[in-house]
């Protein structure tokens, strides 16, 4: 099974909407990460997040940790069609110098 | 632009060879790390080097090694290649101010085992 899950697959939405993609554990994380792809490209760090609780920013993009350090949630408000592209989440397993992956969510914004 | 180059883009082998991929980060980045992702698929860690020593590494053979030199640059080397080590290879070098990391990815190497 995934270590780390992510929810939804894929999403399609209209442009101005708000949406939100989930990222969950079994594990307590030592850090959790978001990145954006697009097709066959590298990957694009948007933010890390370390504290329980910790939230962040970054333009329309909004990350919030769980106080257990297992679940993630990704917020885009108002999207546009420059928000599409593939959502990832990872994590650095605690004690251990190894990072894990989401499977991915592929975002579509409809102009 | 994140600073972090990678070289070749694209690489076509076949199977047995060895292979070595080239990354470039930005000076002052000890950190470089690398992962293999396969079409559709999430990335997967390889390594990571930091101070150019191997400090973490995921479910991979010994035949996947690597090496970080003192010039903020390092590679991949693959060897007796396989026909699913086609994938696309990422670099990353990772920099660490008041306590917050940033990442910067490389555009990748694609590599195409035949």
């Known amino acids: 099974s995934q270590e780390l899950e992510q929810s939804p697959q894929s999403l399609i939405v209209q442009e101005g909407k708000n949406l939100t993609i989930n990222c969950t554990s079994s594990?307590?994380?030592?850090?959790l990460y978001w990145y954006k792809q697009k097709y066959g490209e590298g990957l694009i760090f948007l933010m890390m997040?370390?504290?329980?609780?910790e939230e962040k920013s970054h333009e329309k993009i909004t990350a919030k940790l769980d106080e257990k350090k297992q679940q993630s949630s990704l917020h885009i408000t108002a999207s546009q069609p420059s928000h599409a592209g593939i959502y990832l989440c990872?994590?650095?397993?605690?004690?251990?110098?190894?990072?894990?992956f989401g499977t991915g969510t592929r975002l579509k914004v409809l102009a | 632009e994140t600073g972090v180059t990678q070289s070749p883009t694209h690489l076509i082998k076949t199977r047995g060879q060895q292979v070595t991929l080239r990354c470039s980060s930005q000076?002052?980045?000890?950190?470089v790390s690398w992962y293999q992702q396969a079409l559709g698929q999430g990335p997967q860690f390889i390594f990571q080097?930091?101070?150019?020593?191997?400090?973490g590494r995921g479910n991979f053979p010994p035949r996947f090694s690597g090496l970080q030199f003192p010039n903020y640059s390092s590679e991949l080397n693959v060897n007796a290649l396989e026909l699913d080590d086609s994938a696309l290879y990422l670099c990353?070098?990772?920099?660490?101010?008041?306590?917050?990391?940033?990442?910067?990815f490389g555009p990748g190497t694609r590599l195409l085992v035949l």
């Open positions: 990353a070098s990772s920099s660490l101010t008041s306590g917050e990391e940033t990442q910067y």
């Open positions: 594990k307590t994380l030592y850090g």
């Open positions: 997040l370390q504290k329980g609780g």
């Open positions: 990872g994590a650095l397993r605690l004690g251990t110098y190894k990072y894990i």
């Open positions: 000076s002052g980045h000890n950190t």
């Open positions: 080097y930091y101070r150019e020593e191997e400090n």
